[in-house]
């Protein structure tokens, strides 16, 4: 068998769905044995568990072998970030750090293995892009956010201090406070005991939540859905030029084409 034989079988084999399944169940199950490691289990059951963890290991190694190789271009495997971030994972596993001082670290890096599912998902890899593209307007409305939550600790700090210190004790305490409310836990035993104090202090509350909770969510969620149509857009045009389809681009430079040919034609005549 030569080499470009191998390439092609591991290529179909790479872009098998159900080999990609399996990864994903093998990632799963791998979870679910890190997970075991902390209850209080026997021995026996120990041992058999770092069995398990070590095969599990080997088994991503080939796994990421047969991608490489069944990579066309392997310049540009590496290029591919997710790619590059399951390289390291498997080979910081294989190193031999079980009894060392940074056994903390090698079991860090097994539990960051479940991650490796979002490189085999292509649906939770254009989630994942859609989040960090939006990452720069969602910074505008992180800043908004943390004006109001400003705005709000002082006026908690300077009425509510004398009355819950703490809770309103100073404007850091008070966010934290207001963070708690933000979230509903428990905020209503917060302000029914504001209310015993300032009756009408019950505006204080609901008009923060609603700016906050109620407003800047519908805002997040906006900016996340519009990043995501775009993301699924671009997905779309890369797989119509891939399967040859003629984008919208194409057919008004056909038009144009067509419209100048027919212009001399006329001229012509």
Do not use: C
Request: glycine fraction near 4%; avoid cysteine.
């Amino acid at each position: 068998m030569t080499f470009d034989t191998l390439q092609d079988n591991f290529y179909r084999l790479r872009n098998n769905r159900m080999f990609e399944w399996f990864v994903v169940g093998i990632i799963i199950f791998s979870a679910l044995v890190i997970g075991a490691k902390t209850y209080d289990i026997p021995p026996q059951v120990l041992q058999l568990i770092s069995w398990l963890d070590s095969g599990i290991t080997v088994f991503f190694l080939i796994e990421i072998s047969i991608r490489f190789i069944g990579e066309p271009d392997k310049r540009n495997f590496f290029k591919n970030p997710w790619n590059l971030f399951d390289t390291l994972i498997v080979v910081i596993s294989l190193i031999p750090i079980q009894d060392s001082e940074m056994a903390l670290i090698g079991r860090l890096i097994r539990i960051f293995r479940v991650l490796r599912m979002v490189s085999i998902i292509p649906e939770l890899r254009l989630l994942l892009n859609s989040l960090i593209k939006a990452l720069p307007q969602l910074g505008y409305v992180i800043l908004l956010m943390f004006i109001i939550f400003y705005i709000y600790a002082a006026v908690g700090a300077s009425f509510f201090a004398h009355i819950n210190e703490t809770l309103w004790g100073d404007i850091s305490i008070a966010m934290l406070t207001l963070f708690r409310v933000m979230t509903f836990e428990d905020w209503t035993d917060v302000m029914y005991e504001t209310m015993a104090v300032y009756s009408f202090s019950w505006a204080y509350y609901l008009s923060f939540i609603f700016l906050t909770t109620f407003a800047f969510l519908n805002m997040v969620i906006g900016i996340v859905v519009n990043v995501m149509e775009a993301e699924h857009a671009d997905e779309r045009k890369e797989q119509d030029m891939a399967d040859g389809v003629p984008t919208i681009e194409d057919l008004h430079k056909e038009i144009i084409e067509l419209k100048a040919l027919i212009r001399d034609q006329h001229t012509h005549r």
